[in-house]
């Protein structure tokens, strides 16, 4: 007989070890190694039966135990000195501090956390990034508010049949046996969010608070008795369901988020988020919530609008468009019209800030980009492949001034970093983790401490993968009887290759198989062998990834490589650090540029791996030629079978005539020189770009600040610029059809212009109904193309000569002939205003009907 409820009965701690519950319920502890020690010594033979997970430690620990610990002294200075330490941790002034005119709090959404294994609501990089940047926030001082949904079943664990078929199962969470605690009201009662839905409906949420050092993150949970059976199945799993249930987790998230927010700070008296960080565009709702606060008390849809975006970022971090959420536009018009109508918000308004070029569709992205007024790609190539994918939404803007920006993505290296590697730097580079200077000092540090410390981590991995294995082949129906091999497979002197993913086809999971006869004189090459460790999971609906999975457990399952090639299932955040610490290479070989940033390479650099990558997402801009291997890519073949064909020999030849060379290059020691040559200058030269305490300085100084100074510049007076910018905006929509170029003339230019010469630009521009400062009028200049179009061209402002009454202007300027070669000019008209971000942020630009004015020629 199954039970109809599970639920977790917790251990109560005797009174002189409740410090050693409040260290539990934070966590910190997932990247602090003292406290996990301290967990370890509760009792060794629990704490390993549990995967070190603190919460299940407690309550699977005896209670003598627990009552010979309260009566320890020893252990009792412990517990006290590790609460001691975490309370100035939380409370001890961080970098943040210091920044000027920073937000006072900063609400962050993501539709999933990886903070730790013991906490699964994460599914691969997204969550993985998030977790991180909590991480970082709290260490710097950030003081971030989280929101996110607590998935009953969270991620789906993984299996292999015997035929090496990806099998899931959705083991059931507790969150009594979580590290959460329930968000009350003062009376006890636990305070609760509710959502409207069609047809007289209600979804509503409790709030669970996983405290993840200084940052408290908001977790909404369906599974309430308010709720009928699928409201209550709202937040089952994480990315399961049809779209009616992803809908209404977005709902829960985004517009149920900010509610939950609003209750959390009115309990606690936290200070209420002046920027609103939504990460991707499943949180993207949460601007609606925003605009009907603002309009049921005060303002206008239109004046509310300018309210909400200034304060608010919105990071894609896809480049595929199959990887955006879009949804039928009645199902929006349903969920937000008819008796379920927000009174001030109309329908119409909302459809269209999802609108799309596709009819009929509701585009997240596309919403959550026109409810923000600052938007970030994860990596320099990214956010150029982003501007390209989003430029309908800034119609007669070239890509290049798409305002889309980018702030490249970092890992937190106390989680990612092998403790001997912490504990080494902690001795030799004092406080050099998490900081930007300093890094040339791993040069102090010994070949052979080096290497040694490669060897413990690259034998952890080797163990942990046999354990893992062995595992897997009997959950496969195997007998311990003809698992022996497995004692045997991999080996810890052996070049270690890692490679863990997410299995969709992009990331070409298979793409080592693509010559199976080369891939086995890798693996077998009797002088410089190499292994391979891969990890990945496919989505459940995802047959293509299964079938990918399949192939290579089905080639890593013949007895000839079995010992050189495993694939471990139920790749998760433990797996993961085993991986990326023992690693000497981190493979990656994504289909360019389709990778947003991929930041696992990052952690095995961190950790003294190297890398061997597409150049694709961070790698295409930190790979300097000496840090790693970029594999070619064969961008221009158009039959994808070619192109892996090509990629795939390039691969080969990498592993064999220059990563195993120099990996087996031995000195008389034994160290091979060449190669942890190679380790300290991928420590130093990725060590400050890659870590997250940097992607974090980058979003508060060029993205969080900046939006706090907006938003606040829009509320003063009671958002009294709020409503003169709005009505601004619609004039200037309004009188924008008369805005004209009526000519272009030049001086300066001769017969040979020659480079450092000038050229005097004039324009005439017919302003209609409009002021001269209500535009901006700007000189495009640089290359040209072959059809006379400018290539990523440079812009400079001219300045009012004249204002006539006539409604026309004129504008003049100088523009640097500053290179050599085919040179061309232009000139465009942009609105202008002191509130604007960027001249994009309308999507209103006037160029010459006939380009008249250009020039088109070459400098000497």
Not at 254 to 274: F, L, M, Q
Not at 510 to 521: A, E, G, N, V, Y
Not at 604 to 633: K, V
Not at 647 to 670: P, S
Request: charged letters at 25%; hydrophobic letters at 40%.
């Amino acid at each position: 007989m199954r039970a109809i409820r599970r639920f977790t009965v917790r251990t109560v701690l005797p009174p002189e070890l409740a410090s050693l519950g409040e260290l539990v319920r934070n966590l910190r502890w997932s990247w602090h190694p003292e406290t996990l020690d301290l967990f370890a010594e509760v009792d060794p033979e629990v704490w390993e039966r549990v995967g070190h997970d603190p919460v299940a430690l407690l309550g699977a620990v005896d209670p003598a135990r627990l009552r010979e610990l309260a009566a320890d002294r020893r252990f009792l200075r412990r517990v006290a000195d590790a609460a001691d330490d975490l309370h100035e941790y939380k409370t001890a002034p961080g970098w943040y501090q210091t920044v000027p005119d920073a937000p006072r709090a900063i609400a962050y959404f993501s539709p999933e956390y990886g903070i730790a294994a013991a906490l699964p609501q994460y599914s691969g990089g997204l969550g993985i990034l998030a977790g991180d940047h909590l991480k970082a926030a709290s260490d710097l001082g950030v003081p971030i508010l989280a929101v996110g949904l607590l998935y009953r079943h969270g991620y789906f664990t993984q299996s292999l049949s015997p035929e090496g078929w990806q099998l899931e199962h959705y083991p059931s969470l507790d969150p009594g046996g979580l590290p959460l605690t329930l968000l009350r009201e003062e009376d006890g009662t636990p305070v609760r969010t509710a959502i409207g839905l069609p047809e007289g409906r209600a979804l509503h949420a409790q709030i669970w608070i996983a405290q993840v050092g200084r940052v408290p993150l908001l977790l909404l949970d369906s599974d309430v008795a308010e709720n009928d059976v699928a409201a209550r199945d709202v937040t089952d799993r994480l990315y399961g369901g049809g779209t009616d249930h992803r809908l209404m987790q977005e709902l829960l998230l985004g517009v149920g988020g900010v509610r939950a927010i609003r209750a959390y700070c009115r309990v606690t008296g936290h200070p209420e988020p002046e920027v609103f960080h939504t990460n991707e565009g499943h949180a993207g709702f949460l601007g609606l919530e925003r605009i009907r606060e603002l309009t049921e008390s005060r303002l206008s849809f239109d004046e509310a609008l300018e309210a909400v975006r200034a304060g608010t970022v919105f990071t894609t971090h896809t480049p595929v468009p199959a990887g955006i959420d879009r949804f039928p536009a009645e199902m929006i018009a349903r969920q937000f019209g008819g008796d379920n109508a927000w009174p001030t918000v109309p329908v119409d308004r909302i459809l269209a800030l999802g609108a799309e070029k596709e009819p009929g569709k509701f585009n997240m992205a596309a919403m959550g980009m026109r409810l923000a007024q600052r938007v970030n790609g994860v990596s320099e190539l990214h956010g150029e492949v982003s501007r390209e994918m989003f430029q309908d939404l800034w119609p007669g803007f070239d890509a290049s001034d798409v305002p889309i920006g980018s702030i490249t993505n970092g890992v937190h290296a106390p989680t990612w970093v092998g403790r001997e590697i912490m504990e080494l730097a902690g001795r030799e580079l004092p406080a050099l983790v998490e900081r930007a200077q300093g890094w040339e000092g791993v040069n102090k540090i010994s070949d052979a401490d080096v290497w040694a410390i490669r060897g413990r981590l690259r034998a952890r991995l080797v163990e942990g993968a046999r354990e893992r294995l062995r595992r897997s082949w009997l959950a496969r129906g195997a007998s311990r009887a003809e698992l022996g091999w497995i004692d045997d497979a991999l080996d810890p002197d052996v070049l270690t290759i890692g490679f863990a993913r997410r299995v969709p086809s992009y990331k070409r999971l298979t793409l080592m198989l693509k010559d199976p006869d080369r891939l086995r004189q890798l693996l077998l090459d009797p002088d410089k062998p190499v292994q391979i460790v891969i990890a990945g999971k496919a989505h459940p609906a995802d047959e293509g990834g299964k079938k990918l999975i399949q192939q290579i457990v089905k080639f890593a399952d013949a007895e000839d490589v079995r010992h050189r090639i495993v694939f471990l299932p139920d790749y998760d955040m433990a797996l993961g650090q085993l991986m990326v610490q023992g690693a000497d290479v981190w493979m990656n070989n994504p289909l360019r540029p389709l990778e947003a940033c991929g930041t696992s390479g990052m952690k095995a650099a961190l950790n003294g791996g190297l890398n061997l990558s597409i150049r694709d997402g961070w790698w295409d801009e930190w790979y300097d030629g000496t840090n790693g291997w970029a594999i070619p890519t064969a961008d221009g073949v158009g039959d994808p079978d070619r192109r892996d064909e090509l990629e795939a020999g390039a691969l080969y030849d990498l592993v064999e005539y220059e990563v195993a060379d120099r990996f087996y290059d031995r000195a008389a020691d034994g160290l091979p020189l060449r190669w942890l040559e190679m380790v300290r200058h991928t420590l130093t030269s990725l060590g400050p770009k890659v870590l997250a305490g940097r992607m974090l300085r980058d979003y508060v100084v060029d993205l969080y600040t900046p939006a706090a100074k907006s938003g606040r510049a829009l509320l003063k007076d009671g958002y009294e610029p709020a409503r003169g910018f709005a009505a601004w905006k619609l004039r200037l929509a309004q009188a924008w059809p008369g805005v004209r170029v009526e000519h272009v003339e030049t001086s300066n230019l001769g017969d040979t212009p020659e480079v450092g010469a000038s050229l005097e630009v004039r324009a005439t521009i017919a302003l209609g109904e409009l002021r001269p400062e209500d535009v901006r009028v700007q000189a495009a200049y640089g290359p040209v193309g072959l059809h006379d179009e400018l290539v990523r061209p440079a812009y400079t402002t001219l300045a009012l000569e004249s204002d006539g009454d006539d409604g026309r202007a004129v504008f003049a300027g100088t523009v640097p002939l500053d290179r050599t070669g085919s040179f061309g000019y232009s000139v465009r008209v942009v609105p202008d205003h002191p509130l604007m971000d960027t001249p994009a942020e309308l999507g209103l630009v006037t160029v010459p009907e006939e380009p008249a004015g250009m020039t088109n020629g070459t400098l000497r």
